[in-house]
Nanobody, 115 residues
């Protein structure tokens, strides 16, 4: 059974940074592209990044390019997301999804950007 568990910062100040983690189990993690998706209050799901199984290729939403970076540690079956220069509009529940496009989602981790 696939399990995805996100973790990371809760309350962050504007202009700050955060790193989220997603621990994966139940499938051959290194074989699959993984993605991060977020859902802001009152809005729908927004795809923000993806990374290939070997970590060599990364993809980012245009709206966030230059502020985010996704990486993975296949030895630890863990996916990461780094977001810099946080804005209030980054407030959202962040989810990892994998393999990308599958119905496998974590429970999400809430990030609140506020003073």
């Amino acid at each position: 059974e696939v399990h995805l568990v996100e973790s990371g910062e809760g309350l962050v100040q504007p202009g700050g940074s955060l790193t989220l983690s997603c621990a994966a189990s139940g499938f051959t993690f290194e074989a699959y592209t993984m993605s991060w998706v977020r859902e802001a209050p009152g809005k729908g799901l927004e795809w923000i990044s993806a990374i290939s199984g070997n970590g060599f290729s990364t993809y980012y939403a245009e709206s966030m390019k230059g502020r985010i970076a996704t990486s993975r540690d296949n030895a630890r079956n863990t996916l990461y997301l780094r977001v810099n220069r946080l804005k209030s509009e980054d407030t959202a529940v962040y989810y990892c999804n994998g393999p990308i496009g599958s119905s496998n989602w974590g429970q999400g981790t809430l990030v609140t950007v506020s003073e």
